[in-house]
């Protein structure tokens, strides 16, 4: 999966990592679209001791469940979620 990671302040980079895999009670989703809050915009600009890089910002995510881990049964693949 690809990503961009804060890397040091005022600092992002595209980087790929392996594509994620859910244990049990869990779902993968594939984000479609992320917000940037006022906190991660305090991390990017170095002023919070809480963002500390490397990390991969924007934690408000929307999307569609790609993969389900076994025990999931209310959620199905392909369903639209929100994650806040």
């Not at 804060?6 to 244990?23: C, I």
């Not at 679209?33 to 600009?45: E, I, K």
């Not at 490397?54 to 049964?73: D, F, K, Q, R, Y």
């Amino acid at each position: 999966m690809k990503a961009l990671v804060y890397t040091a302040p005022h600092k992002v980079e595209k980087q790929n990592y392996p594509d994620p895999s859910p244990k049990a009670g869990e779902v993968v989703v594939r984000v479609r679209a992320a917000g940037v809050c006022g906190s991660d915009l305090l991390g990017f600009l170095g002023k919070s001791k809480k963002r500390v890089p490397p990390l991969i910002l924007g934690h408000e995510i929307g999307g569609e469940v790609a993969s389900l881990g076994s025990g999931v049964t209310d959620l199905r693949v392909g369903q639209r979620v929100a994650i806040m």
